[in-house]
């Protein structure tokens, strides 16, 4: 960071990036110059003798020797002084990008060399004495070279920039970012395969608005984005740990105990209950599902269920949208564990803003139960990513109430179907004593709520078990009121349930402000990174990161920061972020999950180990713990190492089964 600036623009990389690829090269070169110096030792006597084209091979091995010599010490100029300096210490490496034009210039005479070297093996121009070595060396290393050849092109694509003339800073800000704005449109409209459903035109359009919101003005490069995480990481475990020697860190009650956690609330809330309807949910996900849960027998689950050529057969009204074998319904059945006449009507059809659901008969529950399945596809990621807020009209709710756009278009898609083919009518009439409950996971977690909404006036005794809520759902009024029907359950770190473009804004200004406050070059932080995922972050490293070691505020119960460069931050922040929330941020109204949650987190090793039990043992048993949380609390986007995992729904299906087994071992794991 900043981009670098070659041939007049610039590009997605940054002059610090090219430390390990600068010695990755070296050392392919240098094999390759041992390689080839061996053979001219070996055959450049005999090219004297060549009976034609004996030029042309002494020219080449010659050449290809000075070339690799001279790439050699590019290359290792270029490493050294890309590891100078800090992130932001651009200054420091001023000859990178001078030294790199002259490297790319290099291109063209290699690709001349590695012509005479095409011609010498696999033409008819030379006529020399045979050496085997010779031979089977030259041969691999031209074809070798003409693929190095066709990767350095194919980097330099990567990372070309269309939006990288340097001339653009002079656009006005309007200008530039509806400039930005249809380069990340034409990059959607690649993804042809969207481009006939209903909803793509006008979702493209708002992720792509979106996205430049997002990024304009930040001048950061791919690599400054895993550097950051990497910094984000020490810099909050470092802020806990100085929380907690000034006893400022405040840990929420928590307790294992089920009686005390749903002691005051409605009957129908239940850890029981909720481990139906999150093995209900995942079932939704169908046989990649399956896959994914028994990678080596899920083949077998799967086609036990199969209905064999389906497509042939007379056509089933209630499921749409599967394949001829009904793949995704025998996913479903097996999961589970359902017959086919439970199954009411089931929709995979998968389109942008469109998900696949299902409507079972629960005779466990003696419910109607209408399950939407989570993000699994690039269609649904979309529909994650369009996550900017949408007045939601709805009997009930105060005017003016806002929600995820996509997450509305999906809700009443969901609705269009089921009133057009009448499907709640007809389960009620069947069954005139059940009750509805919705329930999803994730991206499904969030239309259930929507729809919620949208059927309460016709079904008031409407319940939700969500699970893995996302962040950026319901403003904060209309949260509030579906605390009344629906029971959020998430699990740790779950980035999702702290995912929306409010905490996305400001995890990139905490990225900045991370990278501006670190002193170490991006090479080493990557490489502590990869040193953190094996042994965790060691105590040194909490300190000598930052370009001060004096990372705490004055002020009692704040949250430390780097405190010296705290001003100069906020000064260079603004100088970056205009003021005007129409350059600076694109959210325009805080979005928060929905549902009363239920947040369940890991009992800490050291507490079980504190219980009598050693740390082999500890470590073997996950335990968990829950408590009653408040939206507010996952407005920030915190990188965590388990920030991904704890989103899958087997991670919440584990935990919650967990809880219901500790509830007869309460003694051990709680003593209140």
Request: charged share 20%; proline share 4%; hydrophobic share 45%.
């Amino acid at each position: 960071m900043p981009a670098i600036k070659l041939f007049g623009r610039k590009w997605l990389a940054a002059t610090d990036d090219l430390v390990y690829p600068g010695l990755f090269e070296i050392f392919i070169r240098t094999v390759w110059f041992i390689l080839i110096g061996t053979a001219c030792a070996r055959y450049y006597q005999y090219t004297w003798n060549c009976r034609l084209g004996g030029d042309l091979v002494r020219v080449f091995l010659l050449g290809q020797l000075t070339y690799l010599v001279l790439t050699i010490l590019f290359m290792l100029l270029i490493a050294i002084h890309s590891a100078k300096g800090s992130i932001m210490e651009t200054q420091a490496r001023k000859y990178v990008e001078p030294l790199l034009t002259v490297k790319i210039l290099l291109l063209l005479p290699e690709i001349s060399w590695n012509v005479l070297g095409s011609i010498w093996m696999f033409g008819g121009s030379v006529e020399c004495g045979y050496d085997h070595y010779t031979m089977t060396v030259v041969q691999g290393l031209v074809l070798f070279d003409w693929i190095l050849i066709g990767l350095t092109i194919f980097g330099l694509a990567l990372i070309f920039d269309p939006l990288g003339s340097i001339g653009n800073k002079n656009l006005e800000s309007l200008a530039e970012h509806s400039k930005v704005s249809s380069i990340w449109l034409r990059r959607f409209k690649f993804l042809w395969w969207m481009r006939k459903d209903e909803s793509a035109n006008e979702t493209f359009q708002h992720i792509a608005g979106m996205v430049s919101a997002l990024f304009r003005g930040t001048d950061l490069v791919p690599s400054d984005v895993v550097a950051g995480f990497i910094l984000l990481r020490i810099r909050h475990k470092r802020e806990i740990h100085e929380l907690r020697r000034l006893n400022l860190l405040v840990n929420p009650v928590t307790t294992p105990d089920e009686s005390v956690i749903f002691a005051d609330t409605p009957s129908w809330m239940s850890l029981e209950t909720a481990f139906h309807y999150i093995k209900l949910s995942t079932a939704c996900y169908g046989w990649l599902y399956v896959l994914y849960k028994h990678v080596c027998t899920g083949c077998f689950h799967v086609i036990q269920n199969l209905t064999c050529c389906a497509c042939f057969r007379r056509k089933r009204t209630a499921i749409i949208g599967d394949n001829c074998c009904y793949c995704y319904l025998a996913g479903l059945k097996y999961l589970s564990d359902l017959s086919v006449d439970d199954i009411l009507y089931a929709s995979f059809k998968n389109h942008l803003c469109e998900i696949p659901f299902c409507v079972i008969v629960d005779h466990k529950t003696n419910n109607i139960v209408i399950v939407i399945r989570g993000t699994l596809s690039l269609r649904d990621l979309l529909t994650d990513i369009a996550a900017d807020s949408d007045i939601f009209e709805c009997e009930g709710l105060p005017p003016g109430s806002m929600a995820h756009r996509a997450m509305i278009i999906g809700a009443k898609v969901i609705l269009k179907q089921l009133k057009e083919h009448k499907i709640l009518e007809r389960a009620f009439n069947t069954h005139p004593n059940y009750d509805l409950m919705i329930t999803g996971h994730s991206l499904g977690a969030g239309l259930g709520i929507l729809l919620a909404f949208l059927l309460r006036p016709q079904y008031p005794s409407l319940k939700v078990y969500a699970f893995a809520t996302p962040a950026g759902l319901l403003s904060r009024e209309v949260a509030k009121i579906s605390e009344e029907f629906v029971l959020t359950i998430g699990v740790g770190d779950d980035f999702v349930m702290r995912l929306s473009v409010d905490s996305t804004e400001n995890l990139r200004t905490s990225l900045l402000a991370t990278l501006r406050a670190c002193r170490l070059p991006k090479y080493r932080v990557v490489l502590n990174g990869l040193g953190y995922m094996l042994f965790g972050i060691p105590e040194k490293d909490l300190d000598k990161t930052w370009s001060t070691c004096n990372v705490i505020t004055p002020s009692a119960g704040q949250s430390p920061l780097l405190s010296e460069r705290a001003d100069t931050i906020r000064v260079e922040e603004h100088n970056i972020y205009d003021p005007d929330i129409t350059k600076r941020r694109f959210s325009k109204v805080r979005l928060y999950i929905g549902g009363k949650i239920l947040h369940v987190t890991r009992v800490k090793s050291e507490e079980k180990e504190s219980e009598g039990k050693s740390k082999k043992d500890s470590s073997k048993e996950k335990k968990y713990e829950m408590r009653w949380a408040q939206p507010e609390e996952f407005n920030d986007l915190i990188v965590m190492p388990r920030m991904l995992l704890d989103h899958l729904p087997d991670a919440i299906e584990h935990a919650i089964e967990t809880l219901l087994k500790q509830q007869n071992d309460l003694p051990y794991y709680f003593d209140p």
